[in-house]
């Protein structure tokens, strides 16, 4: 009882404590989970700002970059063109002046002009010519100095010009002006420059092989043109020459030219410093790179094994160098040399020439990184801070848990104390009720579903009181009944004859019989009753259905059957008078199965009637069992006025006749069957019916043979009857005449009767042997057959009747009888007298 | 039944021995069918012959009736008393004669 108190406490205590755990983690976990959330979105928050902040600025830095490379671009072009515009101003007043000469000579004087001095550093007009104007194309190869034409007297007048020019202007090296005809008159300041080795006469120089010669050869009036960069003829420097034709009636008759040295654009280039490692380089408009920033990579500039630029590898600086060499202004982003720059370039108009200058894409955006990478470092901080706070909140959580736990033990105890209490008074109520007593009524009153069961088990109990009275009711009146059929199964059982120890002084027969009926009384039973000294009754009865009104139908029948069958009636008018006597009255319509049977002990003879009972067993004396089949008559009861038959048999000496209920029947198999005397005790055992009767027939004194008649069996009923005799002590002469009966009868039975069966009795009774013989055959009694004449020889009287003769004349006594189809014939001999002498 | 046979100055012996019944007569009938013969006189010495039924007593009536038609006689020696009893009762011993 404590343990179950203690058990509902528990649970009750459990399930709190499970409902409020249950709630706060959930309660907790929810708040975690929000506060992670936040702080998710807070970080993704952050990352987003730095990166838009990134981005935003980049895209600014990246529009004030391209903004600044492209002016940059175009400032430097313009301030190399305008360099050049100068130089083309001087090649245009050299060519409008020679053309002036030209067109009207004889406005002008002779001039002559000078050669160059050998060694001068000094600006100076100098004068030189082709091969083709030398006098003597002597072995020198320099030959004579060439007579100066009217041609060149009047250009001569161009030197002052010439001169000043180069002094005007630093973008100038050299001004000069060659003839179609072969003179050249040059100013410069590298006159030393002018011969080679110790040749008195300056080198040739053939102007009309030069590039800036040719180019200008072919313009039209007034065109300029500009060669590609090349190393001066003289000192090595790269250079560019600005020339322009001089038309003379429609033709080309000198060229004009100025050489410039890149050293001014090469320092306007070089000079271009954007950033930390920008850069600039110029483009012709072949797409080479004529300078740059770079002294390698794919941008550097390499005199004499120029690179077209349009024909890279890098798709975007082909790409780009195609703007260039159109004449196109751009800025793009790209990859040189493996890093991210932006490209800016603008073209040199006049020049076909592209400026271009790079920027380090990293160095553009290097401070949108920064500003990046500072908003990331602030939203770590915010994370971290976030995380502390959830820390602290799971701290409060854990103690507030810890506080409230055992105050939610206290009230469960208190709960659980409230709940079982009734329940416990309940308990302790039902425990006495448990004892027995059931006029123990309960009493609580606690207004909830205790309390209505507790009134449930009140009215429990009464119903229980109820039936345990009723049901000591009802066990008495059985027990009562019970007795009573006891009693009644005892007087039954009395009213039948005790078998065992019945009749012990007659030696003819012996009895055994059984009844035991299944419940309690029964229907079944079996009878015998001497009718006189020599004839028994047996019966053996079955009444239909069980119980009460069967026994009281077996006591009538009974009594009918003991009254009825006697000696001095046959046995079917017995049997038909008490057919009657049940028929009449039998308003139930019971009936009774029977088989009543009159057996003579001095024979064996049986006579009987089956009245609708099973079919008796007889046990032969070889073991051999077998159905007694007769067809029955009607049951007993059923039918009035009906009459029955009479069957007979013969009981032999130790056969057994087993008259049982039915039961037997359906166990036993067929006729004839074999049987050991177990097997027939076992199967009858066995059957359902327990009532048997079993009579066996110890024979009338006689010592009995039964065998087939013929003459080969003669000599085992000879040796039966010696043994018979023999041990009953008879004389061996008395015994040799009874074997001479034996032989003479039998032969008689075996070759006249037709017997199917003959048998031998033989009875030893105070020195008297009485023999008797008996077969089936046809009726003759031997005794009647006429005597042999035994006066007369035998010889000479009818053959025959010896035998029979012989035997009335030794026994003591002769007799025959005929009954139930059967011979028989009983002699007697005196043992120890002489019959006949 | 055993039956001896012999034959000694025109008579033929018969010892017969056991017993003579319905059983054994029928034997000592062929027996004494075949070496009946040219006998004159039959002789029976049935000093071990137990008893005699009326079956045997007709096989010595027939051989009788052969020997008496050819003027012989039959002679019955040494019976027992049960044997000599049957031949009195029955008239044959007035037929035969008994030693």
């Known amino acids: 009882m404590k343990g179950r108190k203690r058990k509902i406490g528990h649970k009750v205590n459990v399930l709190l404590l499970f409902m409020v755990l249950v709630t706060m983690l959930l309660a907790g976990g929810i708040s975690i989970y929000g506060l992670y959330s936040v702080k998710g979105i807070s970080e993704e928050n952050g990352r987003m700002l730095g990166q838009t902040a990134a981005d935003d600025a980049e895209e600014a830095l990246e529009e004030l970059a391209a903004q600044h490379l492209q002016d940059t671009a175009v400032e430097k072009a313009a301030y190399i063109e305008e360099k050049y515009a100068a130089v083309e101003a001087c090649v245009r007043g050299a060519v409008r002046l020679a053309e002036a000469i030209y067109a009207a000579p004889e406005t002008y004087p002779d001039r002559t002009v000078a050669l160059p001095v050998r060694g001068s ?41 010439l001169v000043q020019y180069n002094a005007n202007n630093d973008m100038v090296s050299s001004v000069y002006i060659a003839t179609e005809s072969g003179w050249m008159i040059q100013a410069d300041y590298i006159a030393y420059s002018k011969y080679q080795g110790e040749n008195p006469l300056p080198i040739h120089y053939e102007a009309a092989e030069r590039q800036w010669y040719r180019l200008a050869a072919k313009s039209a009036p007034g065109q300029i043109v500009y060669t590609e960069v090349m190393r001066d003829i003289h000192n090595g420097e790269d250079c560019i020459v600005c020339a322009g034709p001089v038309y003379h009636d429609g033709k080309v008759v000198a060229v004009a030219g100025a050489g410039s040295y890149l050293t001014t654009v090469n320092n306007a280039v070089l000079d271009t410093v954007i950033g930390q490692a920008g850069y600039a380089f110029l483009v012709n408009g072949n797409g080479q790179v004529m300078v740059s920033g770079r002294a390698e990579g794919e941008t550097a500039a390499y005199a004499e094994q120029w690179v077209d630029l349009r024909e890279s590898g890098n798709r975007q600086l082909a790409e780009a160098a195609a703007g260039m060499a159109e004449g196109r202004s751009g800025f793009l982003k790209l990859t040189l040399d493996g890093r991210e720059v932006y490209l800016a370039y603008a073209p040199l108009r006049k020049l076909g020439w592209s400026f271009a200058v790079v920027m380090e894409v990293a ?90 069961l507790a009134n449930a088990f009140n009215a429990m109990t009464d119903q229980i009181r109820k039936y345990v009275n009723h049901l000591a009711d009802v066990t008495a009146e059985k027990e009562r009944i019970r007795t009573e059929i006891q009693v009644a199964s005892k007087l039954q059982a009395d009213m039948l004859p005790e078998a065992s120890g019945a009749f012990a002084e007659r030696q003819e027969f012996s009895l055994a019989a059984s009844m035991t009926p299944a419940k309690g009384v029964g229907g079944d039973f079996y009878d015998f009753f001497l009718l006189d000294e020599d004839r ?113 048999l013969r009981l032999r000496q130790k056969e057994t006749l087993l008259l049982y209920t039915d039961g037997v029947t359906e166990a036993a198999g067929t006729e004839k069957e074999l049987y050991g005397e177990g097997r027939l005790l076992e199967t009858v055992e066995n059957s359902r019916s327990v009532t048997m009767l079993a009579v066996t027939f110890n024979g009338n004194g006689f010592s009995e043979k039964t065998g087939e008649p013929d003459m080969g069996s003669i000599r085992e009923f000879d040796r039966f009857a010696n043994a018979v005799l023999q041990e009953k002590g008879v004389s061996a002469g008395t015994i040799v005449k009874l074997q001479m009966a034996i032989d003479e009868i039998l032969s008689n039975i075996c070759r006249y009767s037709g017997a199917k069966e003959m048998t031998l009795g033989i009875r030893v009774e105070r020195q008297t042997v009485t023999m008797y013989f008996e077969d089936d055959g046809a009726a003759y009694n031997p005794l009647e057959r006429r005597d042999p004449d035994v006066k007369k020889l035998p010889e000479d009287r009818p053959i ?12 003591d006594g002769t007799e025959y009888t005929y009954k139930g189809g059967m011979n028989r014939l009983t002699i007697t001999k005196k043992d120890g007298v002489e019959t006949y002498v | 039944m055993t039956v001896d046979i012999r034959t000694e100055q025109g008579r033929l012996l018969v010892t017969v021995a056991g017993r003579l019944d319905t059983v054994t007569s029928p034997e000592l009938e062929k027996i004494l069918k075949e070496n009946l013969g040219e006998a004159h006189d039959l002789v029976f010495d049935f000093a071990g012959l137990e008893y005699i039924s009326s079956a045997g007593l007709l096989v010595l009536l027939t051989a009788h009736k052969a020997v008496k038609k050819k003027g012989g006689k039959t002679i019955v020696r040494r019976a027992n008393e049960e044997v000599r009893e049957v031949f009195f009762i029955t008239g044959f011993s007035d037929m035969m004669e008994l030693r």
């Open chain 1, 121 to 161: 550093e000094k600006l100076a007009a100098q004068l030189l010519w082709a091969k083709k104007l030398a006098p003597d194309s002597g072995k020198d190869g320099t030959g004579g100095c060439p007579i100066p034409t009217e041609e060149l007297l009047k250009l001569g007048n161009t030197q002052d010009l």
């Open chain 1, 363 to 452: 160095e553009v955006i290097a401070p949108a990184q920064e500003s990046q990478r500072i908003i990331l470092e602030l939203t770590e901080k915010v994370a971290d801070r976030q995380d502390e706070a959830i820390r602290r909140m799971l701290l409060c959580f854990t103690g507030a848990l810890a506080a409230v736990m055992p105050l939610i033990v206290l009230l469960g105890t208190v709960f659980s104390r409230k709940i079982t209490g009734p329940i416990r008074r309940l308990t302790g109520e039902v425990a006495k009720i448990d004892g027995g007593n059931l006029d123990c009524k309960i009493r609580i009153a606690t207004g909830d579903e205790t309390e209505d």
């Open chain 1, 536 to 648: 028994l009754a047996l019966v053996i009865a079955d009444v239909s259905g069980k119980g009460v009104p069967a026994a009281l139908f077996m006591v009538v029948s009974r009594t009918l059957i003991r009254s009825h069958v006697a000696a001095d009636v046959p046995l079917e008018q017995a049997v038909r008078e008490i057919n009657d006597n049940l028929c009449a009255n039998n308003k139930n319509d019971m009936f009774v199965t029977a088989w009543i049977g009159i057996l003579t002990l001095s024979t064996g003879e049986l006579t009987f009637v089956n009245a609708g009972h099973c079919r008796p067993l007889i046990r032969k004396q070889s073991g051999v069992c077998s159905y007694v089949s007769v067809k029955c008559g009607p049951v007993l009861g059923g039918i009035e006025g009906i009459s029955y038959q009479c069957a007979k």
């Open chain 1, 800 to 811: 025959g009747g010896l035998g029979i003769y012989l035997v009335k004349k030794r026994m």
